[in-house]
């Protein structure tokens, strides 16, 4: 996801009318700016499983998707997938068996 989506989504939630926001929560389940979030956390866990930037920094990663504070990402991290960045990491790129690729 663009960081740039993201600050469109924000202006959406911000000039938008209730019934708007409410039609998209009662789609969704949830509200605009939590279905942004969890769509850039759903990124970043899929750059955290890819190969090619096993040796990317996680911050880079994180800030690349909108996540400027690496402690704050690294928490928000945890609470939505129930384990740290460095650990999904680890099982999608540390190991080469075929259950490592699953992570994602």
Do not use: K
Not at 16 to 33: H, I, K, R
């Amino acid at each position: 996801m663009e960081v740039g989506r993201v600050g469109l989504a924000l202006v959406f939630q911000r000039n938008t009318g209730p019934a708007l926001q409410n039609g998209f929560q009662a789609v969704t389940a949830t509200a605009p700016l939590g279905f942004m979030r969890a769509q850039q956390m759903a990124a970043v866990r899929r750059a955290l499983c890819d190969r090619a930037q096993a040796t990317r920094p996680i911050r880079d990663i994180a800030a690349a998707f909108g996540f400027d504070n690496p402690s704050q990402f690294s928490q928000d991290y945890r609470a939505h997938f129930g384990e740290a960045p460095s650990r999904t990491r680890e099982r999608s790129v540390g190991t080469h068996s075929p259950a490592a690729t699953a992570c994602c």
